[in-house]
């Protein structure tokens, strides 16, 4: 049997590590883009045509499909179904981002899956899980983050919870928790020869994420009210600030050291402000702060404090952060035909990641390093992805007799 042609080298820690992603929005493609930006090769079955899904943009700018290549199928089609299965049969792991049962109806769930690759890490991403009362019910970053507790938390005091980005819920407890459980899964394959399940779940990740905080409050030193404790706005030494100029700058220094540091090169006498720790005096010492800050402009601070050990940072814009000389330094952000973009993260001595390549639009050329050039040759003079189609792809999913893909952020 002729051996499948080689894709483009990857670098990185997972180099070697294949990975097939059903297309979904939010978590699960950046769930993806973390294990491919580490050096797994990739392979995106999109869909034929756009779903109703997520915030709509240009490819070059939906960074969050970049590293990996992708072909479009109709996954109604039984030809489709059989041709993930055949690709399955070399990946190490498969990510999905549907709502329970799904890809089940499709002939891709797990049973069909570890099937055909007894040794697959078959990825789940959902907001509410596979099971529970609301498993099957749609929702979006917001209401998961909103269910744990967390959304609760964020805000100041005597006004509404504070929406923050993504990166709560569908990024951080989502993507993150996914991509975790995968490699856990594949290096557990490993040993045992056998795959299994990972039911990644944005509610449980961000729960996950929240436990110091679940002890804090145990331990009767976090009060439920918002902006009445330390690390939530409470604090006028965890703070943000406006300059003189109407920016804003960030202090932190809950240590006592630090805490008189930034005092003394305020020029504030610590009677000014109080003690730090009582709630007390929290409300003068934040008038105090206030009234400092702004004196002078952000960048006047920045000379003053940033490097220093009071816990400064300018708080900056998107379009600033890439130009800080600190990023700059360490090489955080890249540009990618044109397009800044967070460099990989972790970094790593001995296997590090490679540049970033950009979104691609699917092809046949996805194939590559899959399947064989005659398998792959055959499939192209069946029509390939463009004889695939007509039913509406994966974004038809929802008129399957049961709830459309779960949307996420």
């Known amino acids: 049997m002729t051996e499948p042609t080689s894709p483009p080298t990857r670098q990185g820690p997972l180099a070697g590590v294949k990975v097939i992603e059903l297309a979904g929005i939010g978590p699960g493609p950046m769930g993806a883009m973390l294990l491919a930006d580490m050096g797994a090769e990739v392979l995106r079955i999109d869909r034929q045509t756009p779903a109703d899904l997520g915030v709509k943009r240009p490819l070059q700018y939906n960074l969050l499909m970049r590293n990996r290549r992708s072909i479009a199928l109709d996954l109604k089609d039984p030809e489709a179904v059989a041709l993930v299965l055949e690709l399955i049969e070399g990946a190490d792991a498969l ?53 744990t507790g967390v959304l609760h938390a964020i805000g100041r005091k005597d006004q509404p919870p504070s929406i923050p980005l ?30 299994q399940v990972v039911d990644a779940a944005v509610v449980d990740g961000v729960s996950h994420m929240a436990t110091a905080f679940f002890g804090m409050r145990a331990a009767g030193q976090w009060r439920d009210e918002r902006g009445s404790n330390v690390l939530d706005s ?50 003068r010492a934040r008038a105090v702060f206030a009234a400092a800050f702004r004196t002078r402009t952000r960048q006047a601070w920045c000379e003053l404090l940033e490097g220093s050990d009071v816990c400064f940072a300018p708080v900056l814009s998107f379009g600033e952060a890439p130009a800080h000389p600190h990023l ?22 001995r296997t590090p990641s490679g540049r970033p390549t950009a979104p ?8 590559e390093g899959w399947l064989a050039p005659a398998r792959i040759e055959a499939w192209r003079r069946a029509g390939g992805m463009g ?6 792809g994966m974004g038809g999913m929802g008129g399957m007799g049961a709830a459309p893909a779960q949307p996420q952020s």
Not at 116 to 144: E, K
Not at 173 to 194: C, D, H, P, T
Not at 387 to 392: K, Q, T
């Open 328 to 349: 700059q330094a360490r090489g955080s952000f890249v540009e990618i035909e044109g397009v800044t973009q967070p460099a990989p993260a972790p970094r790593f001595s």
């Open 95 to 147: 990510i999905e981002g549907f709502r329970p049962g799904v890809t089940e109806r499709l002939g891709l769930g797990p049973d069909a899956c570890l099937a055909r690759n007894p040794r697959l890490v078959y990825g789940r991403i959902t907001g509410w899980g596979q099971d529970g009362p609301l498993a099957q019910a749609a929702g979006h970053d917001l209401n998961y983050i909103a269910l």
């Open 166 to 195: 993504a990166v709560v819920g569908d990024f951080g407890g989502g993507a993150l928790y996914l991509a975790m459980g995968v490699l856990a899964g594949i290096i557990e394959a490993r040993g045992s020869g056998r795959g």
């Open 387 to 392: 004889g695939m189609g007509g039913m509406g």
């Open 234 to 283: 409470g604090a006028p030494f965890y703070e943000v600030y406006e300059c003189a100029d109407g920016l804003w700058i960030s202090i932190g220094p809950i240590e006592a050291r630090f805490h008189a540091e930034l005092l003394q090169r305020l020029g504030i006498a610590p009677e000014a402000v109080g003690t730090q720790l009582d709630p007390r005096d929290w409300p």
């Open 360 to 367: 691609q639009a699917p092809s046949d050329d996805g194939l």
